[in-house]
């Protein structure tokens, strides 16, 4: 099939900042900004998050209207909008543009059935899921695509081990200390609580360093503490450093689909230990690219010091990690191509 030469692209994301869905929005962005002669414009709240060479304006919540009259006014022509996140952010976009629209970025647009008939009645062409195994998108009548994730590994890659050493030494870390690491958002869903009680736990023994990456409504419970290193919300592009001063990433959420902290985890060599379940098991239960327990701070806490204490168990998982994440698609090449092939298929129907 012909490619097309050039086309506008829309994109509506009123946040890009965090992991998840927020992250994988600023990647293809970013990547279809850079990579492709396409014209790119962007309505965020969040300018500075996008890095690649498109038009980006600022939008607030504050000023609906203001917001509106711009909608109209840069996604007039466009051949297709991108909405990554949440439905109604579709419905602002559907206010003012009647064309080929892409919703979704991995989940991005809320599953409930609400929801999802919502995303339906407003007219999203394409729903981008996660897995294949995500049904309940075609099941409710969208033309589905799988993007599962957008995982830089000119970013997450493991270091050498001199580097790893100058981050250890630059946050006063021993080389005889286990690294456990917790990114994401401080919740009890999340898990951030348990992680709270693994280091009370630990906390007399001495060998364990636990460092705590995000936000949320429990940050408080992490701040000014002696038996673990609080460093806030880190910017993605700044996680690399993270995963490889780590020694274990723990991720004790009740429920995740395919866990984008594990993938950039195990990209960067850190085995990483979860207790969720859900679509996570039915794509990975078998190939073991993540170590499981039992969702309690005990049963966590034993798990680190099982793979920290039995080389061959860390270096097997360590292998795992990086024969799964290679055998699937994960790159940003990979995404971006899928990310074309679809708005170059609705702007074909046009």
């Known amino acids: 099939m012909e490619l097309l030469s050039s086309m506008k692209i829309g994109y509506f994301c009123y946040l890009l900042s ?9 990647d293809i962005i970013d990547a279809v900004a ?5 014209e790119v414009v962007v309505l965020t709240h969040e300018p500075e998050k996008v890095r690649g060479p498109a038009r980006v304006h600022a939008v607030s919540i504050t000023d609906p209207l203001s917001m509106l009259r711009l909608a109209r006014r840069e996604f007039a022509d466009a051949d297709v909008v991108h909405v990554p996140i949440n439905v109604y952010q579709v419905l602002f976009v559907r206010l003012v543009y009647r064309g080929s629209l892409v919703g979704g970025i991995g989940p991005g647009i809320q599953p409930t059935p609400f929801h999802r008939y919502l995303g339906r009645l407003l007219g999203i062409d394409v729903k981008i899921k996660v897995l294949e195994s995500d049904t309940i998108w075609d099941e409710t009548g969208y033309d589905t695509e799988v993007c599962t994730a957008t995982i830089d590994t000119d970013l997450f890659h493991p270091y050498d081990g ?42 007399d023994d001495g060998d364990i360093r636990f460092v705590v990456a995000g936000d949320g409504p429990m940050a408080d419970t992490f701040r000014d503490r002696d038996d673990l290193t609080y460093e806030g919300f880190v910017d993605n592009k700044s996680l690399p450093e993270y995963y490889n001063l780590a020694d274990v990433t723990v991720a004790p959420r009740k429920f995740d689909r395919t866990s984008n902290v594990g993938l950039e985890s195990i ?6 230990i979860s207790t969720a379940k859900g679509d996570i098991l039915d794509v990975f239960e078998d190939q073991k690219p993540y170590v499981w327990s039992d969702r309690t701070p005990e049963a966590v806490l034993e798990t680190v010091r099982e793979l920290a204490s039995d080389p061959d168990f860390y270096r097997t998982q360590v292998e795992r990690g990086h024969e799964v994440f290679d055998g699937m698609t994960l790159t940003i090449d990979s995404a971006l191509e899928t990310h074309l092939d679809v708005y170059e298929e609705l702007a074909r129907r046009r």
Do not use: F, N
Request: charged share 30%; with cysteine.
């Open 18 to 26: 965090g992991t998840g869905p927020r992250t994988r929005a600023a």
């Open 267 to 272: 990209a960067c060599g850190t085995p990483m």
């Open 162 to 203: 001199e580097r790893i050493r100058e981050l250890r030494r630059a946050r006063d870390i021993s080389d005889d200390e286990t690294v456990v690491l917790y990114v994401g958002k401080l919740t009890e869903g999340q898990g951030a609580h348990i992680v709270d009680e693994m280091a009370r736990l630990s906390a």
């Open 34 to 38: 850079t990579e492709t002669d396409h």
